[in-house]
């Protein structure tokens, strides 16, 4: 069975910085491209970046251009997103989900809380 | 981009059929065929039961299906289960390796 598990969220300042990760098992990474979506609290879901394979290539919501980084490593079976200058509208739960086909994402995570909050 | 359109809620005895929306605009729904629908109880994550507008991934129950016309996208539930309230989602490619997705749609079973 397909797993994503996502890790290293938490509770952060405005302007602060956290890294999630996402661990993937059961399945070859390398061959994914792969994807961050997050769910502020009662709230729906929204795209948030995007990697080709091998790294290549990113793609970002506009929100986050400039703040966030996504970037893996096939190796480690990992993708990972980088986020600096957190602000309070980046609360969320943050999931970290497999994309199949080029379009849709087949797989995800169980989510990781994040929290920005002075 | 701007968030798809669905309503905020559906309902329906148990064995009847409910249809969900989801409108957007020839920029996403109405541009690709790459329009999906996920499914997400409380407290858990969103699980995919419709992708490229009609189809249904392994395990997903035939009564479950997806179509579209024009801008707006449709998922219809028939035969409705207790176990089948939760919140849905629709999602589109938008373009540029984008996706939009819908404010969500909570369905409740009467």
């Known amino acids: 069975e397909v797993q994503l598990v996502e890790s290293g969220g938490g509770l952060v300042r405005p302007g602060g910085s956290l890294r999630l990760s996402c661990e993937a098992s059961?399945?070859?990474?390398?061959?994914?491209?792969m994807s961050w979506v997050r769910q502020a609290p009662g709230r729906g879901l929204e795209w948030v970046a995007k990697?080709?394979?091998?790294?290549?290539?990113?793609y970002y919501v506009d929100s986050v251009k400039g703040r966030f980084t996504i970037s893996r490593d096939n190796a480690k079976n990992s993708v990972f997103l980088q986020m600096n200058s957190l602000r309070a509208e980046d609360t969320a739960v943050y999931y970290c989900?497999?994309?199949?086909?080029?379009?849709?994402?087949?797989?995800w995570g169980q989510g990781e809380q994040v929290t920005v909050s002075s | 981009q701007s968030a798809l359109t669905q309503p905020p809620s559906a309902s329906g005895s148990p064995g009847q059929s409910v249809t969900i929306s989801c409108t957007g605009t020839?920029?996403?729904?109405?541009?690709?065929?790459?329009v999906s629908w996920y499914q997400q109880h409380p407290g858990k994550a969103p699980k995919l039961i419709i992708s490229?507008?009609?189809k249904r991934p392994s395990g997903v129950p035939d009564r479950f299906s997806g179509s579209k016309s024009g801008n707006t996208a449709s998922l219809t539930v028939s035969g409705l289960q207790a176990e089948d309230e939760a919140d849905y989602y629709c999602?589109?490619?938008?373009?540029?390796?984008?996706?939009?997705f819908g404010r969500g749609t909570q369905l409740t079973v009467l």
């Open positions: 989900a497999r994309v199949s086909g080029g379009w849709t994402f087949d797989y």
């Open positions: 059961e399945f070859t990474l390398s061959v994914f491209w």
């Open positions: 990697i080709k394979q091998g790294g290549s290539e990113r």
């Open positions: 020839s920029s996403d729904v109405g541009g690709y065929n790459y």
């Open positions: 490229e507008v009609t």
């Open positions: 999602s589109s490619y938008a373009g540029s390796s984008h996706w939009v």
